[in-house]
């Protein structure tokens, strides 16, 4: 199951029809992974706990990290260094994915 869909990336980016389809491929590549890293900050698949038949929806919070987390690395396509930090992923994914988190020591 899909967290969030191409067009939810398309829009967190302010995508408009002109631009078409040309980026798709590598917009979906990059939604994939981010599904799958914020999965893996997580600790379980994001469809074991929510957005089944009995389970309360996908968290608002978790969408947004995976829509920041994939629009990043399209718009950055690789390590950003602002000054002299190296910043891996956008601000607030870490806070947004924390919330939902299962620790275990």
Not at 27 to 42: F, V
């Amino acid at each position: 199951m899909a967290i969030a869909e191409l067009d939810d990336l398309k829009a967190q980016l302010s995508f408009t029809d002109d631009i078409g389809a040309e980026d798709d491929g590598l917009l979906q590549q990059k939604l994939d992974a981010a599904h799958n890293h914020i999965e893996r900050m997580l600790g379980f698949q994001i469809e074991e706990c929510f957005g089944g038949e009995d389970q309360e929806p996908i968290p608002p919070g978790l969408i947004e990290a995976v829509l920041q987390l994939a629009a990043w690395w399209y718009e950055q396509r690789e390590t950003a260094l602002t000054g002299t930090i190296v910043a891996e992923v956008p601000y607030g994914v870490q806070e947004l994915v924390t919330a939902y988190r299962e620790f275990t020591f």
